[in-house]
C-alpha cells in the first residue's frame, strides 16, 4: 500500500513511524527558541545516536523524533512555528516517496494542500545536564522521554566484553560502580520537578547470577516504592528459578521485561550469543509463561527487535507471546553509536516499508485485543510505536472495539494507577523463603 503526505500527517501512528525512521527538520532559530534549559538537544546512547526531541502528537501519541542534521537532511518534514502554536508539516515541493508493499513508488500530487498538525513540543530536559548531589552526572544514568523515566543503576554486563555481546548492543564495556540508591530516588526527583514522569523502568545486565539481576534491584525499587506513587518495571533476564519471579512482584515490581529481542531461535542465537548460550531461549518462553500468573494482565512484556529477522518471524513472535498472555514490544531497529550493525556483513538486515510496518503493528493490536491484555504499562513510550497504537492501523473505530477496549483495558484513557498495583500486590503476596544453594 502506499500513502499520501496528508494520509500520514493525518494518522497519528503513520506521523510517528515517519518521525522516528526519517526525523524532523526544525531551522536553528525555533530550535534555538524550545531550549528554555540551556542545556541542547536532548539524546542519549541508549536510544540511538542521533540529538532528538519529545512531541506530543494528536490523540496523546508521543513520538521521539531525531533533529540531528546529518540523519534529518532528507527528511521532508518539518517543525514551524506560528504565534505560539507549534506544528508539524511537510514540504510541498519535496518529493515525499511512501514505497508499497510490492516496492512501488507513490509520490504526492505537486498541488496537494499540505496539512499543518499542531503538536505540544516537550522542551529539551534539564536532567541531562544536571547530577546528583555526590556528582553523578544524570545523562550517565538515565533517560526521559515525555512520561516515562528508564534508568540503569549499573551498565555492568558480564556480555560486554567478550564475544557474547549482542551485535545490537550499544552500552559502553567500560564497568561503572552501582549508583547509589539516594542517587537514583534524587535523579526520578529531578525528572518530575518539570514534566509528569508516571512510570519508571529499571534495567540490568547479565550479572552472572541465578537471580537475572533483581537482587541488586531490590533496594532500588524499596525505595521508589517508599518514597514515590509511581509505576515500576523492571527489565532484566529470566531467572534460573522461578522463585525469583515471585520475588520480583514482591518487593515491588508492577511490570516485568523478559526482552527475547529475535522470536526466530536461529537468529536469536547468532545475534544474541551471551543470552542464547546462557539462559537459552526456552527459558526466556519458560519464564515469560510463568510470570504471566504474577503479574497483572499487561505487566509482563518482551522486545522483537523489528528489522533484525523476516516479518513472518517476528508475526510468529506475537502470536505466541500473545497467546501466553505476554504483551510484545516492538522497536525498530536503529543503528547504535559505535555498533552500527551494517558493518557486520554477516547479519542480514531487513527494512520494512512504511506500508509493511502498519500491517505488523496492526496484527499486533488485534492480537492483543484478541487476547484481552491490558496495555497501560506500554501506553506512553515516545521512542517506539506501541500496542495501543497499532490502532491506527486498523481502520475507523466503531461501537464494538471501544467497548472491547474498555472492558481489556486497551482505551486510550486507562493509566494504571500505582496504588491500585500495590493494593493488588498486598492482597496477594505473603512471606517465603528462597532456600539457596
Known amino acids: 500500500m502506499s500513502f499520501s503526505v496528508s494520509q500520514i500527517l493525518g494518522n497519528p501512528g503513520l506521523l510517528k513511524l515517519e518521525l522516528m525512521r526519517k526525523g524532523?527538520?526544525?531551522?536553528?532559530s525555533v530550535l534555538r527558541s524550545l531550549d528554555t534549559s540551556g542545556s541542547g538537544v536532548t539524546g542519549h546512547a541508549l536510544f540511538g545516536s542521533a540529538g532528538d526531541i519529545d512531541i506530543s502528537l494528536p490523540q496523546g501519541t508521543?513520538?521521539?523524533?531525531?533533529?540531528?542534521?546529518?540523519?534529518?537532511?532528507?527528511?521532508p518534514y518539518r517543525?514551524?512555528?506560528?504565534?505560539?502554536?507549534?506544528?508539524?508539516?511537510?514540504?510541498a515541493s519535496a518529493a515525499v516517496v511512501c514505497k508499497d508493499d510490492e516496492g512501488a513508488q507513490s509520490q504526492s500530487e505537486p498541488q496537494e494542500a499540505v496539512p499543518r498538525v499542531p503538536v505540544t513540543v516537550q522542551p529539551p530536559a534539564s536532567f541531562f545536564r544536571r547530577s546528583t548531589s555526590s556528582g553523578i552526572p544524570l545523562r550517565r544514568i538515565g533517560t526521559v522521554h515525555g512520561p516515562y523515566l528508564a534508568l540503569s543503576p549499573t551498565n555492568k554486563c558480564g556480555f560486554l566484553a567478550t564475544a557474547d555481546r549482542c551485535r545490537f548492543c550499544g552500552v559502553s564495556a567500560q564497568p561503572q560502580d552501582a549508583v547509589p540508591v539516594a542517587d537514583i530516588v534524587e535523579a526520578i526527583r529531578i525528572a518530575r520537578e518539570e514534566q509528569t514522569v508516571n512510570m519508571v523502568h529499571l534495567s540490568v545486565g547479565y550479572l552472572g547470577t541465578d537471580d537475572g539481576g533483581v537482587r541488586m534491584l531490590e533496594p532500588y525499587v524499596a525505595a521508589i516504592?517508599?518514597?514515590?506513587?509511581?509505576v515500576v518495571a523492571v527489565d532484566a533476564l529470566p531467572p534460573a528459578d522461578n522463585g525469583w519471579i515471585d520475588r520480583t512482584y514482591g518487593m515491588g515490581a508492577d511490570a516485568i521485561s523478559y526482552n527475547l529481542e529475535i522470536f526466530d531461535?536461529?537468529?536469536?542465537?547468532?545475534?544474541?550469543?551471551?543470552p542464547a548460550r546462557v539462559i537459552g531461549r526456552e527459558r526466556f518462553m519458560e519464564a515469560l509463561e510463568y510470570a504471566t500468573t504474577v503479574f497483572q494482565s499487561g505487566g509482563v512484556t518482551c522486545h522483537l527487535i523489528v528489522g533484525l529477522e523476516p516479518l513472518d518471524s517476528t508475526r510468529e513472535g506475537i502470536q505466541t507471546l500473545t497467546g501466553m498472555g505476554v504483551?510484545?514490544?516492538?522497536?525498530?531497529?536503529?543503528?547504535?553509536?559505535?555498533?552500527?550493525?551494517r558493518a557486520d556483513?554477516?547479519?542480514?538486515?531487513?527494512?520494512?516499508?512504511?506500508g509493511e510496518l502498519g500491517s505488523l503493528y496492526r496484527d499486533l493490536y488485534r492480537q492483543v485485543r484478541n487476547n484481552r491484555l491490558g496495555l497501560s504499562m506500554v501506553r506512553d513510550i515516545a521512542t517506539v510505536t506501541t500496542p495501543l497504537e497499532g490502532r491506527f492501523f486498523d481502520g475507523e473505530p466503531n461501537f464494538l472495539r471501544s467497548l472491547a477496549d474498555r472492558l481489556t483495558g486497551t482505551r486510550i484513557g486507562r493509566r494504571t494507577s500505582a496504588r491500585f498495583s500495590d493494593l493488588r500486590r498486598a492482597l496477594r503476596v505473603r512471606d517465603v523463603t528462597i532456600v539457596e544453594p
Open 24 to 28: 524532523l527538520r526544525i531551522e536553528p
Open 62 to 75: 508521543w513520538v521521539t523524533a531525531p533533529v540531528a542534521p546529518r540523519i534529518v537532511k532528507a527528511s
Open 79 to 91: 517543525l514551524v512555528v506560528d504565534g505560539d502554536q507549534h506544528l508539524i508539516t511537510a514540504d
Open 225 to 230: 516504592k517508599k518514597h514515590f506513587d509511581i
Open 265 to 274: 531461535a536461529q537468529r536469536f542465537e547468532k545475534i544474541c550469543p551471551g
Open 327 to 341: 504483551v510484545p514490544v516492538l522497536p525498530i531497529y536503529r543503528p547504535f553509536k559505535g555498533r552500527d550493525m
Open 345 to 354: 556483513e554477516d547479519i542480514e538486515r531487513f527494512e520494512p516499508t512504511l
